[in-house]
């Protein structure tokens, strides 16, 4: 039997792992949100999310099925797999819902507790041990979420706790991922991620079903599938050439596309108090990326 490849030295590349992540991070993702605002304020949430979902699911299909045939499709867990991906559909029309209602990013940011639930929710759900800095470092983040929120004045609107619902179950999806590893494929876990979102919004889409009426929002559809499919490609890449600790912190590149284009698309300007609380919640994420960097260091060496 073949003993498995050690990594090639040429993948230890950060500075490609880090244009792979600001491609995913900066211009497909906020460029995802915002054809997805514009799309669901017309034509509904089940029609962007089953258009959304079947251009993913095509791409998936046509990168892994030609290697690897209906073998993807094989799970040891397939009520984790579904479980897994009925989280990842609510995250996504909850997160959709939201952006009808509150700027994109606004909606982006406060998206951004999804790495602080993760930490809270890892005790629980995989009986992980959290320590008090990771604990500090999640309780100044909610307070950054609630600067920018600011629940009970005139600037909160309540598809704010959308976001936040959203983000909770992409923690719960984030942490399942963990799980599903010990036992499936990364191929498998992608091509079941967006199963129960497809299956739920076809049944449901004919209720709701409007035709687009130009041929840039057939384009804005198209673009979900194509934004969304490179946005994970190239994600996936960042991870295979650079380090979590280091790609990881990138991701809040989202913001910077968010705030460009909903300024440019929507004109809408985040108030100060909005980046006085997402520079506390990024900074908060940061630090329990690095902090459990390092205890995994530790475990490592310790083994």
């Given at each position: 039997?073949?003993?498995?490849?050690?990594?090639?030295?040429?993948?230890?590349?950060?500075?490609?792992?880090?244009?792979?992540?600001?491609?995913?991070?900066v211009?497909?993702?906020?460029?995802?949100?915002?054809?997805?605002?514009?799309?669901?304020?017309?034509?509904?949430?089940?029609?962007?999310?089953?258009?959304?979902?079947?251009?993913?699911?095509?791409?998936?299909?046509?990168?892994?099925?030609?290697?690897?045939?209906?073998?993807?499709?094989?799970?040891?867990?397939?009520?984790?797999?579904?479980?897994?991906?009925?989280?990842?559909?609510?995250?996504?029309?909850?997160?959709?819902?939201?952006?009808?209602?509150?700027?994109?990013?606004?909606?982006?940011?406060?998206?951004?507790?999804?790495?602080?639930?993760?930490?809270?929710?890892?005790?629980?759900?995989?009986?992980?041990?959290?320590?008090?800095?990771?604990?500090?470092a999640?309780?100044v983040?909610?307070?950054?979420?609630?600067?920018?929120?600011?629940?009970?004045?005139?600037?909160?609107?309540?598809?704010?706790?959308?976001?936040?619902g959203?983000?909770?179950?992409?923690a719960?999806?984030?942490?399942?991922?963990?799980?599903?590893?010990?036992?499936?494929?990364?191929?498998?876990?992608g091509?079941?991620?967006?199963?129960?979102?497809?299956?739920?919004?076809?049944?449901?889409?004919?209720?709701?079903?409007?035709?687009?009426?130009?041929?840039?929002?057939?384009?804005?559809?198209?673009?979900?599938?194509?934004?969304?499919?490179?946005?994970?490609?190239?994600?996936?890449?960042?991870?295979?050439?650079?380090?979590?600790?280091?790609?990881?912190?990138?991701?809040?590149?989202?913001?910077?596309?968010?705030?460009?284009?909903g300024?440019?698309?929507?004109?809408?300007?985040?108030?100060?108090?909005?980046?006085?609380?997402?520079?506390?919640?990024?900074?908060?994420?940061?630090?329990?990326?690095?902090?459990?960097?390092?205890?995994?260091?530790?475990?490592?060496?310790?083994?």
């Amino acid at each position: 039997m073949a003993m498995p490849s050690t990594p090639r030295p040429s993948l230890n590349r950060p500075l490609i792992a880090i244009l792979f992540m600001c491609a995913t991070t900066v211009v497909l993702f906020p460029s995802l949100n915002t054809a997805m605002k514009h799309l669901a304020s017309i034509y509904g949430v089940p029609e962007v999310i089953f258009m959304r979902s079947t251009g993913h699911m095509v791409i998936m299909l046509a990168l892994l099925m030609p290697g690897h045939g209906f073998a993807i499709f094989r799970t040891q867990r397939l009520g984790w797999q579904l479980g897994r991906s009925a989280l990842q559909g609510a995250s996504t029309g909850l997160y959709t819902t939201a952006l009808i209602f509150i700027p994109l990013t606004t909606a982006t940011t406060v998206a951004f507790t999804a790495p602080l639930l993760v930490v809270a929710l890892s005790g629980p759900m995989l009986g992980e041990r959290v320590g008090p800095r990771r604990w500090a470092a999640v309780l100044v983040g909610f307070i950054g979420a609630l600067i920018i929120i600011r629940p009970g004045g005139a600037v909160m609107h309540w598809a704010d706790f959308l976001v936040i619902g959203s983000a909770a179950c992409y923690a719960a999806y984030q942490l399942l991922t963990r799980r599903i590893a010990l036992y499936d494929s990364s191929r498998t876990t992608g091509i079941y991620t967006i199963v129960v979102s497809l299956i739920v919004s076809a049944a449901i889409v004919p209720f709701f079903w409007t035709t687009p009426v130009s041929w840039i929002d057939w384009g804005l559809f198209a673009s979900m599938g194509i934004a969304g499919g490179l946005g994970h490609f190239c994600m996936v890449k960042a991870y295979q050439y650079g380090q979590a600790s280091m790609v990881g912190p990138f991701d809040y590149g989202q913001l910077i596309g968010a705030a460009v284009l909903g300024s440019l698309v929507f004109s809408e300007f985040p108030d100060l108090w909005t980046w006085i609380g997402a520079a506390i919640l990024i900074a908060s994420g940061i630090y329990i990326a690095r902090r459990e960097a390092v205890l995994t260091k530790r475990r490592q060496v310790l083994t």
